[in-house]
Every structure is written in structure tokens, then in C-alpha cells.
């Protein structure tokens, strides 16, 4: 907040490397949550109450490529591919990702499924769109199955795009090009889900990535900034995996009979599912019902997480330093003495993994069979993972 | 330069407009006590290298910023 402090009272200027600085933000919102709670009790922050640092870092990076300013190479090349591999006659030709993946792979993972989800682009009505994200479909693809599984397990009626899945668009907007954030992924995301509404039944979104769920449910709304955005109202309710998971577990949809099985394991809050969303109680209850899982917490939790290091495009723009902050997390973690570090968002565990791996972790040991090994052999997990190797599906 | 001085002279604001596109509220009402490196220091443990510890250094290669130190109240 000095910083923007400074330039606004014009000390200083917009510069080259004010953008590679505000570029190591991970938009976590640790520091709003500090300011607004004023451990110390002989400081009295009464004003600050209202303060919302993530939202002006955020708008100060736009700001910068508004006034001039090159985004940082690596958050340039993820813009690049997120205007690549658009195809002309595709049924949503928008479906592109800033990893400089191709289209058509977003959905090999289905190949690990031995059920066929409906498809909505075909002549099907269903009500609920499965929506994966950018981040599991490439990345951790053994979320997506899991997503998958535990919903065909309960008998929900959902439907997936396949490869024509849209990105969210929050890398371009949190590294700063609102204008493709508007143009190319907000506003045609939102007819594309309003026409899914109007045509196909689909009532509800429900999203795998904690970002993705953030984008749909906050950031399509928020007018905050409406005057620049404008956008139409999107019709589907909006719902995170671990919403959908708790209520099929109450509805008993899901069931978890003792089985002998048993994992002690740790919970890592994903900073837009805890402090953004508010879910913070939901995937521990979730914990709480499920007999095999025994939960240790960490020294920081809850409101306090620390984040994993991918937050804010930090981990694509600078790995070395999510990385970091990533093991910071992870050796937290290994503290607890849980078996598996568990979470409920993709872009969480590609950061815990990576940062695990690289400091050879105990939780890059490889997991039980139980689990799907595909892609990734370790033991930070999703916490759809740890309930499909549960139920042995 | 204090608050309501600025919130009268947003003058200052013109170039930013996304920035002023938000509640003034979001970044007038910083008392730039310096709490929140506590947070920033918990999550960023070790910006760019592990010998920064301290967020303010690391805006020390903006050109003419001279960072306010929080002083005692600082958690790092």
C-alpha cells in the first residue's frame, strides 16, 4: 500500500520495475487479513477495516499495462497463449489456456474414465456443467478424474464441454490485460453459460479450481468495477467442488462405511477458497464425516493459510519464487506428522507438489495404489482424490 | 499528506483509472502501519532471494521510493 501510496501522491513513477515488483504480489490476502484483525491489541486499526490491498495491487497492474508498461516475459507468453489455438468453426473457439497447451488435449483425461459424461455440446440437457479449468486439465489431470468420478458415484446429472471448456480468464486478469480479460473471456463466457442455461437445463456451475470458482461467482459479478466491465448477469448458480461434495455427502449420496482404511492427513486452505470464498468450515466438515480421514492442522490455518506460491501468477511469472513460498508451506506441513497433505484446489496442489518434489519432501513419496498414479505419484492431494481412493473408484 | 486531504485532492488519481475505478476506501484508509508485512513476510518469506527479508527492501530498486519502515510494529 506505500507503493500506491507513492505513486498517487507522485513520488514516484510508473516504471519497468515497479512491474516486476507488484508482479511478486501472490494476491493471497494474508495482508488484508492482518490488517484487518490488528493482532497487536495496542494498535487500534479502526480505518483500515476497509481496506482491500488485493484489489488495488490488482488494479495497479492493470493500470501499468493501461499506461504503457510491458507485462513481465513470462506473464507475456502466458497472455500469448491464451491468443493461441483458437479455431475459426469450433463450437466455443474462446476454448484456448495460458499454458501453451493444444486445444484438443483438454480433455484427455477423460480417457481414464470408464463412464461417458454427457457431452453439451451434443443435442443433452443436464443440470450441471462440469467445469475443470485450465490448471487440471493439463497440469494435474488426476483432479479432474476425481471431480468426475465422485459426481457419476452420486448419480448427479452433469455434463462436461470437453475440449471446448473455456479458461476462466483470471491469468489475463490478474496479470493486468482487462481488456482481454473483458472482451475475450468474461463476456463471452457468460453467454456461453447463459445459453447452456437457456438451452441445455444447465442450472448450476460447479467448479474444480478454487480460481476459476472465484472468477465465476465474484469476479463475473463484481461491480466494483463496472463502470469498466459492464457485464450482462450470469444465469447459472455458481457452486465449488467442495460444496457439491458436502451436499451429497448430507444427502447421503455419498457414503463412506469404515473399510479399514485410514489417512492421517493435513489441510492446506487455498487462499481464494478460504479468505475470498469464506469456505473454510465446508471441506472440514466434509473431513469430519468422512470416518477415514483424520485431520491434523497446521500452525497457520483457517483465515491464516499461508499460500502455496501460485497465487497471483506469481509461480508462472517468477517460479523460482513460488517455489519458495511454496516449501514454506510444505515444511509446515511436515510438522503435523500427517501422511498426506490434502487441498481442494489444482492450481494448490501443482504448487505443493512442485515445491515438495524439489525439496524431496516426504510428501513426494509415492502414495498408496489406491490413488490414481497417471500423472502424479505423490502425497499432496485433492481432497476428491483422497474420497475416490476411499471408495475404491 | 493525510486521508481526507487526499481523498480531496484526487487530482493525483487521474492517470490511475482502474485504481480510481475502486472505492477510494481501498487504498485511502492505509495507515501505513505496517501490520500488513506481517502478512506479506508469512506468505513471502523470501522475496526474489533469501537474503530480502524484508518486503520494504525489495522495493528499493523503484526509482525515487523511499519506503515508510514501520518501525517497532513490524513483525519481520
Not at chain 1, 505513486?7 to 492482518?34: H, V
Not at chain 1, 470458482?213 to 448477469?233: I, L, V
Not at chain 2, 492517470?15 to 476506501?25: S, T, V
Not at chain 2, 485511502?28 to 527492501?57: D, I, N, R, W, Y
Request: aromatic share 10%; charged share 30%.
Amino acid at each position: 500500500m506505500q507503493i500506491i501510496r507513492a505513486l498517487l501522491e507522485g513520488r514516484i513513477e510508473p516504471s519497468k520495475e515497479l512491474m516486476e515488483d507488484i508482479t511478486l504480489c501472490t494476491f493471497c490476502g494474508l495482508c488484508r487479513q492482518i490488517c484487518h484483525n490488528g493482532n497487536d491489541p495496542n494498535v487500534s486499526l479502526p480505518i483500515s477495516r476497509v481496506t482491500d490491498q488485493e484489489l488495488v495491487f490488482e488494479a495497479l497492474r492493470a493500470d501499468l499495462i493501461r499506461l504503457g508498461i510491458d507485462p513481465i516475459p513470462k506473464h507475456q507468453d502466458m497472455l500469448n497463449s491464451l491468443r493461441v489455438n483458437r479455431v475459426k468453426d469450433a463450437w466455443n473457439p474462446w476454448a484456448t489456456n495460458p499454458f501453451g497447451e493444444k486445444k484438443e488435449d483438454r480433455d484427455k483425461w477423460t480417457q481414464h474414465l470408464d463412464f461417458k459424461m454427457k457431452d453439451l455440446r451434443e443435442d443433452v440437457e443436464a443440470e450441471y456443467l462440469l467445469h475443470i479449468g485450465c490448471t487440471a486439465s493439463y497440469l494435474h489431470p488426476d483432479v479432474a478424474v476425481a471431480a468426475a468420478k465422485l459426481l457419476h458415484a452420486a448419480g448427479v446429472d452433469f455434463g462436461y464441454l470437453y475440449s471446448d471448456e473455456p479458461c476462466c480468464g483470471w491469468p489475463a486478469k490478474k496479470i493486468g490485460d482487462w481488456l482481454m480479460y473483458k472482451e475475450e473471456f468474461a463476456e463471452p463466457n457468460i453467454e456461453l453459460f447463459n445459453r447452456l442455461y437457456e438451452e441445455k437445463g444447465v442450472e448450476k456451475i460447479v467448479a474444480v479450481c478454487s480460481g476459476c470458482t472465484k472468477m465465476f461467482y465474484q469476479e463475473y459479478y463484481d461491480d466494483r468495477f463496472y463502470s469498466f466491465f459492464g457485464f450482462e448477469k450470469l444465469k447459472p448458480d455458481v457452486l465449488h467442488l467442495p460444496e457439491l461434495i458436502l451436499d451429497l455427502i448430507e444427502e447421503e449420496a455419498l457414503q463412506f462405511p469404515e473399510n479399514g482404511t485410514k489417512y492421517k492427513i493435513t489441510y492446506h486452505d487455498p487462499c481464494r477458497t478460504g479468505r475470498r470464498l469464506g469456505l473454510i468450515e465446508t471441506p472440514r466438515k466434509i473431513i469430519e464425516k468422512v470416518p477415514q480421514l483424520e485431520l491434523v492442522e497446521m500452525k497457520n490455518n483457517r483465515e491464516f493459510s499461508r499460500c502455496c506460491g501460485v497465487g497471483g501468477v506469481v509461480k508462472d511469472g517468477h517460479p523460482e519464487v513460488g517455489l519458495q513460498i511454496g516449501m514454506k508451506r510444505v515444511e509446515e506441513a511436515e510438522e503435523t506428522g500427517a501422511e498426506y497433505l490434502v487441498s481442494v484446489c489444482p492450481e494448490c496442489k501443482r504448487g505443493l507438489a512442485e515445491s515438495a518434489d524439489a525439496m524431496k519432501s516426504k510428501f513426494a513419496e509415492e502414495a498408496d495404489d489406491r490413488f490414481l498414479k497417471t500423472y502424479y505419484k505423490g502425497k499432496v492431494r485433492d481432497l476428491s482424490e483422497m474420497l475416490c481412493a476411499i471408495l475404491g473408484v | 499528506m493525510g486521508c481526507r486531504e487526499m481523498e480531496e485532492r484526487r487530482v493525483y488519481l487521474t492517470k490511475f483509472k482502474f485504481i480510481e475505478d475502486l472505492d477510494p476506501r481501498s487504498y485511502l484508509h492505509c495507515m501505513q502501519c505496517g501490520f500488513c508485512t506481517e502478512g506479506f513476510a508469512m506468505s513471502m518469506p523470501t522475496v526474489k532471494t533469501s537474503t530480502v527479508s524484508c518486503p520494504l527492501e525489495g522495493v528499493e530498486a523503484i526509482p525515487g521510493f523511499e519506503p515508510v519502515c514501520p518501525g517497532e510494529r513490524c513483525k519481520l
